[in-house]
């Protein structure tokens, strides 16, 4: 039987583990620290950010999640993302799925859904 890969990250649980150690890695990562630390200030802000991220991730990974935050455009307009920094993202994500043992497929699905929402993220 195949599993979701909302169950091959740990669920619930798993995810939240993933984005907490995600945003602690984009916080220490220079290359795009800048974008996350004044977050430290506003952890009403950050919890929001980190919620609708758990939940976006459980949604699109086939997990009961009910995601009520803007779409990616909208999310990610005005923020001037470039593609250098989408990279150093996707690298933190990874390393944090290291950390959390996931697994090698699981981490192509993720790298497959991050790909895939590129366009919407970078130059908006």
Do not use: C
Request: hydrophobic share 40%; charged share 25%; no cysteine.
């Amino acid at each position: 039987m195949n599993t979701t890969l909302f169950e091959r990250l740990g669920g619930e649980a798993g995810i939240s583990s993933i984005v907490d150690d995600t945003v602690d890695a984009h916080m220490e990562n220079p290359a795009i620290s800048a974008r996350f630390l004044p977050y430290k200030d506003q952890p009403e802000r950050l919890a929001t950010i980190k919620k609708h991220t758990i939940d976006f991730f459980m949604m699109g990974s086939g997990g009961p999640a009910n995601y009520s935050g803007r779409d990616m455009i909208t999310a990610h307009t005005g923020m001037n993302i470039n593609p250098t920094e989408y990279m150093h993202a996707i690298d933190d994500i990874l390393l944090a799925l290291d950390k959390n043992n996931i697994t090698e497929d699981a981490k192509k699905d993720v790298l497959a859904i991050l790909w895939s929402l590129k366009g919407m993220i970078i130059s908006q």
